[in-house]
């Protein structure tokens, strides 16, 4: 397919540069990542770059200079695109679209506040300051439902702007819808022929629609391809005159949702066999994809009495943490292990059986691998002795199902008594480890209980008892902080712990916290946001959208006033080159001044106290804050803190 780029007049009257697709190009300019050099065009032809130097009539327009014109070549549809594009949105079942206004996107959003009964309802508004802290609440929604919610781009600079936390989405395996804005007539240095380009390399599948009925089917794929493993973000680009555009009697298609594929029917049968014949299987749980694969995989183990292991204290969508079964178990020398969405189970972009050895052990699923990203799994890794693996590249939540009828097929009563007698055995033996387990972090975090800075183990160890009896969330990363809720707390909820930030960018732990309060506000749940203060400072306005909405979310400030794992690496090299720590805090340490995290919280209208010191009025504080969030209101202490 190949393209040109030419100068004309558009019907606003003034020069722009303008995309034309050459005869018979495909409608619709779709990619998966393997193939875009296939169906992309190459070189300076993808871009702008050939146009002559913009006017000055038109820099004025791009500065902001110029208001837009309105009447006449305004379209005022009757039925305008819009309402269908987020008629399809509602038929999905987007609950949110977050979105930092931009004008190439404005019929979409005109559609969102104003079409429907009620309007702004499935999908509603949500106004972000930042389109990097948009997609980052798409992020924390998706990992705390397994759904995707939506986020609108404005061209090419938005999509810019929300560049890293796309990509970070797209490594964490979240599913996300985004919709990029394109005005090639208004606002030509905001444009380009092949927008979604930009982030081909991190966005799982995209396309730009040429018309309105074409847009609608692309929507409804896009969500397709982000909901269907190994999940990812995905984007539409639309332009702005297929918004505007008259529907007339255009009906929405009708959705089909996609059928995932898991094990076929002989594949269940050989992994069922293999659970009820060992005398002491081992299922090993990753991530799965939603909260309905965790009821499954709780399921199987029940069935067969399996001791399993749990990713649940590193993000979301596994197995309850301390659900009877899970832990070591009695005997930890496994015959057999069922790994489930496991870290390192090879991945490759569609479903393949690959046989690699035989069969001690069998791992089902994309394991904690982004989508196109392939890594080399080995044989006998997964809890099992070292001996034949088989690796099933296909979803272990959509396997499940045919794995636990089999089960129950080749079920019999004497197999029945074995599973009852080592199901027990594994949950006296697990419950012991336990409080073993839970005694030594108790007296772990005793150390520095009352010191000042406060102790990150206080913050962990004193909320736990105000928030147990809560349907909560801990949005937050918290290796940063410690990582003391993996002991402390319970995680028994798919959506307990959100885990990290996929790709370790900073700037995610506020907006993501954001994003899974927009999933809580709708489920009467809580969200716990352990806030390290560099990262709330990439882009602090997100607070402003939590009271804007009044979202359920505790932010406690783990302020350490450093950007302090940088601070370590630097003082670590100054120390390695023999020359003294003494300036390690320049560039690294947020001081001279301090930041006032409750008056920050207070500009944007957020309730909150702080800087707290006195460990004794940590807890007090604690109970407020959690006061106001049960009530709907955000609520920000600030904290200072021991470096982690
Ligand atoms: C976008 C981005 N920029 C820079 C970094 C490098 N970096 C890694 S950790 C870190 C410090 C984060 O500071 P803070 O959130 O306060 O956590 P702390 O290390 O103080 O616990 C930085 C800047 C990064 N990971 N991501």
């Known amino acids: ?80 695109g819009s309402d269908l594009m987020v008629q399809v949105l509602r038929d999905l079942g987007i609950e949110y679209v977050a979105a930092n206004p931009g004008s190439s996107f404005e019929g979409i959003q005109e559609s969102i506040i104003n079409y429907g009964d009620p309007p702004n309802m499935m999908p509603e508004f949500i106004t972000a300051l930042h389109e990097e802290s948009a997609v980052t609440m798409t992020h924390g929604y998706g990992k705390a439902t397994g759904k995707p919610m939506c986020a609108l781009l404005h061209g090419t600079i938005g999509i810019q702007h929300a560049a890293m936390s796309i990509y970070q989405a797209y490594y964490d395996r979240t599913p996300a819808l985004l919709i990029a804005g394109r005005d090639l007539g208004f606002i030509a240095a905001h444009s380009a022929n092949d927008m979604a380009g930009m982030v081909r390399s991190y966005t799982k599948w995209d396309a730009t629609p040429k018309t309105l009925e074409e847009s609608l089917v692309a929507i409804q794929r896009a969500y397709i391809e982000a909901i269907t493993p190994p999940c990812g973000p995905t984007m539409v680009v639309i332009d702005i005159e297929l918004q505007k555009e008259e529907a007339g009697t255009m009906k ?193 975090r005793r150390a520095g209980w009352d010191a000042s800075p406060i102790s990150t183990a206080r913050i962990y160890a004193e909320l736990w008892p105000l928030i147990v009896d ?5 949005a937050s990363p918290s290796n940063f ?75 406690v400030m783990h302020n350490n006033r450093a950007w302090h794992q940088e601070l370590m690496f630097v003082e670590y090299m100054c120390g390695v080159r023999g020359r003294g720590t003494e300036r390690g805090h320049i560039g690294t340490t947020l001081r001279d001044p301090f930041i006032d995290y409750r008056m920050m919280a207070a500009s944007y209208g957020m309730a909150g106290e702080g800087p707290i010191t006195d460990p004794l009025k940590l807890g007090p504080a604690l109970k407020r804050g959690l006061a106001s969030v049960k009530n709907g209101l955000p609520y920000m202490i600030d904290v200072i803190t021991q470096p982690r």
Request: with cysteine; net charge positive; aromatic share 4%.
């Open 1 to 80: 397919m190949s393209r040109s780029t030419k100068l004309v007049v558009n019907r606003r009257g003034f020069l722009k540069g303008a995309a034309t697709a050459a005869a018979g190009a495909a409608a619709i300019a779709t990619h998966v990542p393997e193939t875009d050099a296939q169906t992309q065009p190459a070189g300076p032809e993808r871009s702008n770059a050939s146009a002559p130097p913009p006017s000055a009539a038109q820099l004025e327009r791009d500065a902001g200079a110029v208001r837009p014109p309105t009447g006449g070549n305004t379209r005022a549809a009757v039925r305008p």
């Open 252 to 444: 929405v298609p009708a959705y089909q949702p996609p059928q995932i594929s898991g094990v076929d029917t002989g594949q269940a049968q050989e992994i069922a066999r293999s659970l009820l014949d060992a005398q002491n299987p081992r299922i090993a749980v990753g991530r799965l994809r939603t909260p309905s694969g965790v009821r499954l995989a709780v399921q199987l183990a029940e069935l067969v009495g399996a001791s399993t292991s749990t990713s649940a204290t590193q993000g979301p969508m596994s197995f309850p943490q301390r659900h009877p079964l899970c832990g070591p178990g009695a005997n930890t020398s496994y015959d057999y292990t069922l790994g489930l969405e496991q870290p390192g189970t090879v991945s490759l972009t569609g479903p393949s059986l690959t046989t690699l050895l035989a069969r001690d052990t069998t791992k089902i699923g994309f394991g904690g691998i982004a989508p196109g990203v392939s890594r080399a799994g080995g044989a006998g890794r997964g809890g099992g002795p070292a001996g034949r693996t088989i690796t099933f590249d296909v979803d272990a939540e959509a396997s499940l199902p045919a794995i636990i009828d089999e089960v129950r097929r080749q079920m019999s009563p004497d197999r029945q008594r074995l599973v009852h007698e080592r199901g027990a055995k594994h949950a006296t033996a697990n419950q012991a480890a336990r409080i073993e387990a839970l005694t030594r972090a108790l007296e772990q």
């Open 470 to 474: 809560e349907d909560w969330i801990l």
């Open 481 to 555: 902080s410690g990582a003391h809720n993996s002991q402390l707390w319970d995680h028994n909820k798919p959506y307990s712990y959100l885990g990290g930030q996929g790709a370790g960018g900073m700037g995610y732990g506020a907006p993501a916290a954001v994003g899974a309060a927009l999933a809580a506000r709708s489920r009467k749940q809580i969200v716990i946001n352990v806030q390290t203060d560099g990262d709330l400072n990439y882009a602090p306005g997100v607070l402003w959208t939590a009271q804007h909405h009044q979202l359920p979310m505790l932010t």
